[in-house]
């Protein structure tokens, strides 16, 4: 039994195309028409298109329960459906599988399954994982559309401090809501800059002053800048803080325990410095302690990635990479222990040999796979200096491998991002126009009918990308 006893006719509903006989039921699905044979229907009992055929023609009831309308005298079962998701789903009477179909949209496919009572299971892998995929998106943009209505809907806050904490929350976290929220992530933005390259000027010995017990230490100047990036690190940090909605997600996310990582080190140092005792300071694991927290300042940097997006889209690529980065890894390694090895071995005949062991022959052969090439350990026999030609080739090799995934993830997940803001947007923009501008603000229940617009939303991220 294959597909091909199934009749396909297209036409409009009522043409004349023949009456079906025993055992068989024509089928009406936007227009198609099908025939269909019982006994392939019969395998999926549960299904509807099961039911219809074990059904008794003179039982309207359950006839009308199962389609929408029904020809007793050509024995025609009409559907309100698409027809071409139902070609995809007819597959499963004689493949077990269902595979949709390229331009049919995910989500309507599901319904179209659970209206035709097809289990999803039946579902090819591939097309679990496209759906799985589907949906994330859809997720994440009702949470883009939950975060414009929270933005919108300033005016249900019930008391004037909740309004003062939501206005604050805006003029701190939403840059794009208002002039001086924009204002305020610029400065914040110019703050991290100032504050990164006073500390690496801070290191130059000729701009740094002498103090009474004769060591070098940052120039006053210098310590003042610095004091006031952290004032205003420290300020920034503790009115988000206030004016979060949720303190414990807030405090336990992972760029503000960054912005709190970059604002310690500071208060500890200046405590140690100014409050402890003499006796204290003079301690050497004290003032070890001191120069690693002054060390920890390089963490505000990373501060710049609340403001740069594609610092975040890098951060994700990187993480979405990582099985690709671990086949780098493990390339490199492998590389290093036979080459490294190779070299020590072809070295020992050379009386100068600067490759003494095999665990130090390792930094010769990681600067020469990475291409770097200190010049610190070199090979001087000619097998050595072989040896070093195929392990520099082998390691640019390794590292090329890898980028092209690790790139193509960086420009999926940038291109996704800006689809899935755009597609926000427009929901937002349809349900203002469905329900009006007055209404659709003071109603947070339309948050819940995204599912009415998500094929229009998956079919607009299949179109920009």
Request: hydrophobic share 45%; glycine share 4%.
């Given at each position: 039994m294959n597909l091909c006893q199934s009749l396909?006719?297209?036409?409009?509903?009522?043409?004349?195309?023949?009456?079906?006989?025993?055992?068989e039921i024509a089928v009406n699905i936007g227009g198609v028409r099908v025939v269909l044979f019982g006994d392939v229907l019969n395998r999926y009992p549960e299904s509807r298109l099961a039911e219809l055929v074990n059904c008794s023609t003179q039982n309207y009831e359950v006839i009308s329960s199962l389609c929408d309308d029904f020809d007793p005298g050509r024995k025609e079962f009409y559907f309100d459906r698409d027809p071409?998701?139902?070609?995809?789903?007819?597959d499963v009477y004689y493949f077990d599988e269902i595979h949709i179909k390229r331009g049919i949209c995910p989500i309507c496919f599901i319904k179209e399954m659970e209206f035709w009572k097809i289990d999803q299971s039946v579902l090819d892998e591939c097309c679990k994982?496209?759906?799985?995929?589907?949906?994330?998106?859809?997720?994440?943009?009702?949470?883009?559309?939950?975060?414009?209505?929270?933005?919108?809907?300033?005016?249900?806050?019930?008391?004037r401090t909740q309004q003062c904490q939501r206005?604050?929350?805006?003029?701190?976290?939403?840059?794009?809501?208002?002039?001086?929220?924009?204002?305020?992530?610029?400065?914040?933005?110019?703050?991290?800059?100032?504050?990164a390259v006073v500390m690496c000027v801070g290191t130059i010995p000729e701009l740094q002053v002498t103090d009474p017990e004769g060591k070098l230490v940052e120039h006053p100047t210098l310590e003042a800048i610095e004091t006031a990036c952290m004032m205003w690190f420290t300020t920034e940090y503790l009115l988000r803080l206030a004016s979060s909605p949720n303190k414990l997600h807030f405090a336990l996310s992972f760029m503000n325990v960054i912005d709190?990582?970059?604002?310690?080190?500071?208060?500890?140092?200046?405590?140690?410095?100014?409050?402890?005792?003499?006796?204290?300071?003079?301690?050497?694991?004290?003032?070890?302690?001191?120069?690693?927290?002054?060390?920890?300042?390089?963490?505000?940097?990373?501060?710049?990635?609340?403001?740069?997006?594609?610092l975040q889209t890098l951060t994700y690529a990187l993480k979405r990479s990582l099985k690709e980065l671990g086949l780098l890894l493990m390339y490199m390694s492998v590389g290093i222990f036979v080459f490294s090895a190779l070299a020590y071995t072809m070295e020992q005949s050379h009386p100068e040999t600067l490759f003494r062991s095999i665990p130090q022959s390792f930094w010769w052969a990681i600067i020469t796979m990475t291409t770097v090439g200190y010049g610190d350990i070199y090979p001087k026999t000619t097998l050595g200096k072989c040896n070093a030609a195929v392990s520099f080739l082998c390691g640019v090799i390794a590292i090329a491998l890898p980028i092209h995934p690790i790139i193509n993830n960086f420009v999926v997940f940038y291109?996704?991002?800006?689809?899935?803001?755009t597609a926000a947007k427009h929901e937002v923009e349809l349900m203002e126009l469905k329900s009006g501008r007055e209404a659709f603000f003071f109603n947070p229940m339309h948050v819940k009918r995204l599912s009415h617009y998500r094929s229009f939303m998956v079919l607009l991220s299949e179109n920009k990308r």
């Open positions: 396909w006719f297209r036409g409009q509903a009522g043409e004349p195309s023949g009456f079906c006989a025993e055992g071409d998701a139902f070609k995809c789903i007819i994982s496209y759906l799985s995929e589907k949906e994330d998106e859809l997720e994440e943009i009702a949470n883009k559309v939950k975060v414009i209505l929270e933005d919108q809907r300033e005016d249900q806050c019930i008391t206005f604050l929350w805006k003029l701190m976290e939403k840059p794009g809501s208002s002039l001086p929220a924009r204002i305020i992530a610029i400065a914040s933005f110019l703050s991290i800059l100032v504050s709190f990582m970059a604002i310690m080190p500071f208060y500890v140092v200046l405590s140690l410095t100014y409050l402890g005792t003499t006796s204290m300071m003079e301690l050497a694991n004290v003032q070890q302690a001191v120069q690693a927290l002054r060390i920890m300042r390089i963490a505000r940097i990373f501060k710049l990635a609340r403001h740069s997006s594609g291109n996704k991002q800006k689809v899935l803001e």
